[in-house]
């Protein structure tokens, strides 16, 4: 079935470097699609979303990237904090109001 | 302003008894979610209610779960009776009709 998948389920990165956090899809016909933050013992946060009529969006310290081609997006954390300490999922919004999340990212940062 | 609220915060129960889980969501969103999160999983979809319509509940085992939104306000998603596999993390999200869903903190339910 269509579905939202991650590269990677764990990523290490020192504090200050740059994070890519990677994720496919599968329906070539998605249209919109979320980066969501999860800190432990919280419930997702929106992060950053990107339409399929753009390859690129910026937020403050972070980029998504889409590539339709190979149906993969990307979220790029600049100067990577502690606080960035989290699971990171991508999100497709299926209709109106339906999210399908992927498998997740764990991201942590070395000191 | 408050975000979506979730209680209990944590549940440990034994298979076969019957649990409840309460969500008020953030002030004037219509639509309220339940997701279940399994354990280094994303989020899946149970049900969507649009103020007290469930819109969307494809995804909810009805032989176990069941939910209502009677006044299409709170909520409440109960599983009755519970089983091994319903260990999980039970998450609240709202939304104004379209738009960003706000999640709550989710309900730890551990079942023995």
């Known amino acids: 079935g269509e579905s939202v998948g991650l590269h990677l389920p764990t990523l290490s990165v020192q504090e200050g470097d740059n994070s890519i956090i990677n994720c496919a899809y599968s329906n070539s016909a998605s249209d919109y699609f979320i980066w969501y933050k999860q800190e432990s013992g919280k419930g997702p946060q929106f992060i950053i979303d990107?339409?399929?009529?753009?390859d690129k969006r910026q937020g403050q310290r972070v980029t998504v990237l889409l590539n339709k081609t190979v149906k993969h997006l990307s979220l790029q954390i600049a100067a990577t904090q502690p606080g960035d300490s989290a699971v990171y999922f991508c999100a497709e919004k299926q209709g109106a109001q339906k999210l399908v999340f992927g498998q997740g990212t764990r991201l942590t940062i070395n000191p | 302003e408050a975000g979506v609220v979730q209680s209990p915060r944590y549940k440990i129960i034994e298979k076969k008894q019957p649990v409840a889980f309460w969500c008020n969501p953030i002030s004037g969103h219509n639509t309220l979610y339940w997701y279940l999160q399994n354990l280094g999983q994303g989020p899946e979809l149970l049900i969507r209610y649009e103020n007290e319509e469930a819109v969307d509940d494809s995804q909810l085992p009805k032989d176990r779960f069941s939910a209502e939104r009677l006044k299409g306000v709170d909520s409440t998603l109960k599983i009755q009776p519970a089983e091994l596999g319903d260990s999980a993390v039970y998450l609240c999200?709202?939304?104004?009709?379209?738009?960003?869903?706000?999640f709550g903190p989710g309900t730890r339910l551990t079942v023995l």
């Open positions: 990107i339409r399929s009529n753009m």
């Open positions: 999200a709202s939304s104004l009709a379209v738009g960003e869903q706000f």
